[in-house]
């Protein structure tokens, strides 16, 4: 479903991707952990081209990511992301920011992209909520209409970068939960976060980054009772510990 | 105060033609300037180059200089356009200068999350400027575009100098039979101020209407 060969990334000096291959199939959670400013976000954020790599290719379904454009834009749509800030459109209502992509990039007729979106919103909990404005939504409600928003372009895999690192403690279980919900209905997730129960539980694997590179890869029990690396080890013990 | 009185009529066709000048013009400046903005911000180095060439061009170059230039010059080029057209085409791209610039200072208050998460959804770059990136970016603006909108009432005089019998223009003509300036400029002056004043009143009821719940 996703390849990614040989990928390098670098900002001004700072090498934020060494040679990053990563493979992820259908119906596949693969849930990404590192320390801070070890490459998580960017390789998330490579993997539709928001951000564009230096070398290396991404392919998404078998087809490589071509350079900016509309052929780039169709793949994108096929492709959801979650962000870590939400970035819903503050201009519009939950329910406009739904059905905003499937109408003008599908082309979907409105009552049938509205009928779609309201069912979407139902589904993550927050069906009344359709008429507010974003900024008038809790930050977990937010996340959840995000979520929302991408599943309804009906993507074949969906991004999430860090999607609760900005929430209050209390609204994190209930972004987990539509994830879990998510992974469980089989789509392809590649999940970047801290949350480290949700890697355990819901993943299929477990990828840890450092510096840049792929440090290990493994299925989450054999990565968090017995991490092959010390690196991973070190990290473990700084997250696990309290 | 007869001056004013006996020539009521003058001086309403020229605050007319003032407003007439002024609306078209904004009207064209929104225009250009967003298209410029849009150009500036671009992934598009050549549009962008063209973008940032415009927006030199047309600021180091009096008005004045631009109206005489095409009043004079378009009939070389055998573009024979009224005066007033010509008028407003010229203070409309004049005034899109300026109004890029604000437009395009709109775009970069916009988070760049919001474009990214617009391009994620699979809108092109032009529809996610269009959609999302335009319609948040102008509403941080309206303050600064109403400031536009009055430097563009007070730009419409240099109409005067090349032959469009608007307000300023009018006023002189009166002046001219009568001879008291003060009393006439005084008047013209007055009729300015009230026009840039319902402008901040539209500025200020916009600018509340459409702000942006963050």
Redesign the interface.
Known sequence: MIEVRGLHKRFGGHTALRDVDLDVARGEVVVVIGPSGSGKSTLCRCLNRLETPDAGTVRIDGEELPEEGRALARLRADVGMVFQSFNLFQHKTVLQNLTLAPTRVRGLPRDEAERDARELLGRVGIGTQADKLPAQLSGGQQQRAAIARALAMRPKAMLFDEPTSALDPEMVGEVLDVMTDLARDGMTMVVVTHEMGFARQVADRVVFMADGEVVETGTPSAFFDSPATDRARDFLAKVLSH | MNVITDHLSEFGHGLLLTAELTLLSLAGALVAGTVVASMRVS?VRVLRAAGMAYVEVLQNVPLLVWLVLAVFGLPEIGLMTGLFTTSVVVISLYQGAYTAEAVRSGINAV?A??G??????????T?SLR??VL??GL?TVVQPLGNIAIMTLMNTAMAAAVGVVELTAAANRVNLAEATPIWIFVTAGLAYMALSGLFGLVTGALERKWA???
Not at chain 2, 120 to 125: D, E, K, N, P
């Open positions: 992934p988070p999350g919001q990214e998460a617009a391009r994620a959804l699979g809108l092109t770059f529809q959609l999302v319609p948040q509403r942006i719940l963050r």
